[in-house]
């Protein structure tokens, strides 16, 4: 937060003088309530047992030396030994000028400048069409690489995949099926096959390409045919999808590259190198017991299977072998039992798990005239990420994704989704952007421009400083996001800047006032205009200039 550094030195000056290391943290915020100032700290609070003396005590030793820094009006000590500081109204001036001189890069930081992340997201198996579900794993994952990348760091966007095992020859026979009864075979689909429409369309893609024929291949030569068909066309559905979302990755693995090149088999003897792998009732066992974990699990099933946690042992072992600082997943509540072990399987191979970041999103439900949508990628009543976007666009399909912790279960309200005004947060944000653009084009017709050398010390209006206040939390908000994987704070940060700028906007007028108060207000409304374009960018979000 840009008001920080005006406070840090002055309490860091104190807590040296106090004997204090100056590695102690020095906990600054923004008050919830009116009148406790500007920005608060329990600093004393936490330094009471290290010093053995009372927090109000250090919160007055504190505070004298604040008193005498600039730009703070007023220093006081409440209840237990909170500090409460205020500034100067001249200091949200200095602010601003600051984050006009950042012009587009308002928000940009330097953080991860020499550092690589590797984000992986999305991964669906190619055996059907994206299903609504599906968008808060795309949405989150997106949305933190952006950030990332926002942040200085070199991100690589990965999609991990399996086109091979059991789920897979399922989508083959479903096709199969479909494909003898569009050429007119009595043959029964399969009960557990896949029910959807699309495997017609695939089958009659076949029967298109190969006509009747293709029925007195042998059966494993046709289902072959018709396994490819289906991951050909379910890839390409799928990477449509994505790309009206303006997802996009670096990097598609395939999971049984981690077979073929012997990355498997590689996890394999290393765990039983370090007798952390034994045999038993025909299984080859995982000893986790030894690691920490709860209880041992099998890793490789009696029937020579692997179970999931050997291939994503392999492959977290391969991002981290590939130079990687940081490895994120963005992974389903489905998969946290798994999530443990292999992180103690990277620990056994001898590589470092403290590089691997999980983010575990919970499951979405979908809302409409208060009743449940279900869908099933089987059953055929699958409501696709295609259909959602189809119906409130693909815009309000990113933000509703990612505007509640990823922690949360999330509803999903699709009469909300589809306002077309403020109650739509989208609707909302987007507004405020175009409002702006709309004063900003209009100032230009009259020959207005903004100049970095414009006086702004003439925005005193409670509203004008409340709205610099807001923008002067942008970088901080940004980087703590990046770092905390959070990507619903860029969403609740924006409202918060839309909301204190249709504020301002309706208590103060900007074009046709004196100088050199207009000139100050536009400019104050283009450093608005562009942390919500560059926030509504991070959140793959357009930003339109005319609603």
């Not at 550092?115 to 994952?141: D, I, K, M």
Request: proline share 3%; net charge negative; with cysteine.
């Amino acid at each position: 937060m840009m008001l920080h550094r005006f406070v840090e030195p002055a309490v860091r000056s104190a807590l040296t003088r106090m004997g204090v290391s100056a590695d102690h943290p020095i906990a600054l915020e923004t008050p919830r309530n009116a009148g406790q100032g500007d920005l608060a700290s329990t600093v004393a609070m936490s330094l009471a047992k290290t010093l053995g003396k009372a927090p109000k005590v250090i919160a007055e030793e504190i505070c004298t030396e604040l008193r005498s820094a600039p730009y703070i009006q007023h220093v006081d000590v409440a209840g237990p030994g909170f500090i409460n500081v205020t500034f100067d109204r001249s200091v949200y001036h200095v602010v601003l000028a600051e984050l006009l001189q950042q012009a587009d890069g308002i928000g940009r930081s330097s953080i991860g400048v020499g550092s690589r992340v590797n984000v992986e997201y999305v991964s669906a198996n190619p055996t059907g069409p994206l299903h609504a579900g599906h968008g808060r794993n795309c949405a989150v994952g997106d949305t933190i690489a952006n950030l990332y990348a926002w942040c200085g760091f070199n991100v690589t966007r990965e999609y991990y995949f399996n086109n091979a095992g059991n789920q897979m020859n399922k989508l083959a026979e479903s096709i199969d099926a479909r494909l003898h009864q569009h050429l007119g075979a009595d043959v029964e689909f399969p009960e557990d096959g896949y029910h959807g429409e699309y495997i017609t369309l695939i089958a009659q893609h076949v029967a298109d390409a190969h006509g009747s024929a293709v029925l007195d291949l042998p059966e494993v030569e046709r289902r072959d045919l018709c396994k490819k068909a289906g991951e050909q066309w379910c890839f390409a559905t799928i990477r449509a999808t994505l790309e009206k979302l303006t997802i996009h990755h670096d990097v598609y693995f395939n999971e049984d590259s981690l077979y073929t090149d012997g990355k498997v088999q590689q996890v394999i003897d290393t765990l039983r190198g370090n007798g952390l792998a034994y045999e038993k009732d025909g299984a080859l066992w995982f000893a986790l017991e030894q690691l920490g974990n709860p209880q041992d699990k099998v890793i490789v099933k009696s029937s020579g299977e692997p179970t999931y946690r050997l291939p994503d042992i392999a492959y977290h072992c391969d991002k981290l072998e590939r130079g990687f600082d940081v490895v994120v997943d963005i992974f389903g509540a489905d998969h946290i039992a798994t999530i443990p072990d292999v992180v103690a399987g990277v620990r056994a191979m001898g590589l470092d798990e403290t590089k691997i970041r999980t983010v575990i999103h919970q499951m979405v439900t979908f809302i409409e005239d208060g009743e449940v949508v279900k869908f099933s990628k089987r059953s055929g009543t699958s409501f696709t990420l295609d259909d959602l976007i189809e119906e409130v666009g693909a815009d309000v399909v990113r933000f509703f994704f990612i505007m509640r912790a990823v922690g949360t279960h999330l509803e999903f309200d699709l009469n909300l989704a589809k306002e077309e005004g403020d109650k739509n947060p989208v609707f909302y944000l987007q507004y405020a952007h175009a409002r702006i653009a709309s004063i900003l084009r209009k100032a230009a017709e009259q020959g207005l421009q903004v100049s970095d050398a414009v006086d702004l010390s003439v925005l005193v209006h409670d509203k004008e400083i409340a709205l610099i206040d807001v923008l002067s939390r942008y970088g901080g908000t940004i980087e703590r996001a990046c770092v905390n994987l959070e990507p619903q704070a860029v969403a609740e940060y924006l409202r918060e800047v839309a909301a204190a700028y249709h504020h301002f906007y309706h208590d103060c007028r900007i074009l046709g006032t004196e100088e050199p108060l207009q000139s100050a207000r536009l400019a104050l409304a283009l450093v608005t205009q562009r942390a919500l374009r560059n926030g509504l960018q991070i959140v793959g979000v357009s930003a339109p200039d005319v609603m």
